[in-house]
């Protein structure tokens, strides 16, 4: 696990750089985007550090993960794997800490696509590594029949890891789309993976148990 401290460095960097710029930034900044690309949401500056500290904090939370799990010994069987997803999910954090500042500073661009397209790209990050995972209780699939029986974590982390590559694809081709039809992607791909994964585990386990 070592071998992420870059990702501390890197995210400490960050937090750094926005201390730097944080007296140049607007009292109020925006925190979220609508369907159609616009700020529908704006918070004061100080929200600025919280995001900016929000890597830092994950980098520790993800590290200390492996050593409280039950099933701390699988980790060491999906090293590669958790560090790929680690890594993914951080830099995409600080991609979002890094746009909005600079949209902050008068940084005029699409945000939306932007931010579309590092989600698509996370999600095959994800998806790639996702059928590496071993059963363990805090990343992964976790339903209550896959933590269950580890053949149905299987089973759905197979099918999860199509999934997710496949709506990432997506995510990144509508991005070059209207903000309407990416908005619709996202919204078919997250109940897609989230109903359809709960619902494939359970019934997995059903046909198992009989």
Same mark, same amino acid.
């Given at each position: 696990?070592?071998?992420?401290?870059?990702?501390?460095?890197?995210?400490?960097?960050?937090?750094? =750089?926005?201390?730097?710029?944080?007296? &140049?930034?607007?009292?109020?900044?925006?925190?979220? %985007? =609508?369907?159609?690309?616009?700020?529908? #949401?704006?918070?004061? &500056?100080?929200?600025?550090?919280?995001?900016?500290?929000?890597?830092?904090?994950?980098?520790?939370?993800?590290?200390?993960?492996?050593? !409280?799990?039950? &099933? #701390?010994?699988?980790?060491?069987?999906?090293?590669?794997?958790?560090?790929? *997803? @680690?890594?993914?999910?951080?830099? +995409?954090?600080?991609?979002?800490? %890094?746009?909005?500042?600079?949209?902050?500073?008068?940084?005029?661009?699409? *945000?939306?696509? !932007?931010? $579309? *397209?590092? /989600?698509?790209?996370? +999600?095959?990050?994800?998806?790639?590594?996702?059928?590496?995972? @071993?059963?363990?209780?805090?990343?992964?699939?976790?339903?209550? %029949?896959?933590?269950?029986?580890?053949?149905?974590?299987? @089973?759905?982390? #197979?099918?999860?890891?199509?999934?997710?590559?496949?709506?990432?694809?997506?995510?990144?081709?509508?991005?070059?789309?209207?903000?309407?039809?990416?908005?619709? /992607?996202?919204?078919?791909?997250?109940?897609? $993976?989230?109903?359809?994964? +709960?619902?494939?585990?359970?019934?997995?386990? #059903? @046909?198992?148990?009989?």
């Amino acid at each position: 696990m070592n071998k992420s401290k870059w990702l501390l460095y890197l995210s400490i960097v960050s937090f750094v =750089g926005t201390l730097v710029i944080y007296p &140049r930034l607007p009292d109020m900044i925006p925190t979220h %985007w =609508g369907i159609d690309g616009e700020v529908d #949401r704006y918070n004061g &500056r100080y929200m600025a550090l919280l995001m900016a500290a929000l890597p830092i904090g994950l980098y520790y939370m993800m590290t200390i993960i492996p050593s !409280i799990d039950p &099933r #701390r010994d699988n980790y060491f069987k999906h090293t590669k794997a958790y560090g790929m *997803i @680690k890594q993914g999910t951080i830099i +995409f954090i600080i991609l979002l800490v %890094w746009i909005t500042n600079l949209y902050s500073l008068g940084w005029e661009t699409d *945000i939306s696509k !932007i931010v $579309i *397209i590092g /989600v698509g790209v996370l +999600f095959m990050i994800i998806g790639n590594y996702l059928t590496q995972i @071993k059963h363990n209780y805090f990343v992964g699939i976790r339903t209550p %029949w896959t933590l269950a029986n580890e053949t149905v974590w299987k @089973k759905t982390h #197979r099918v999860g890891g199509m999934l997710f590559v496949i709506f990432g694809i997506l995510m990144v081709a509508s991005s070059f789309l209207s903000h309407i039809i990416s908005a619709a /992607v996202v919204g078919i791909s997250v109940f897609v $993976i989230v109903i359809g994964l +709960f619902g494939y585990s359970y019934l997995i386990f #059903r @046909k198992i148990e009989q």
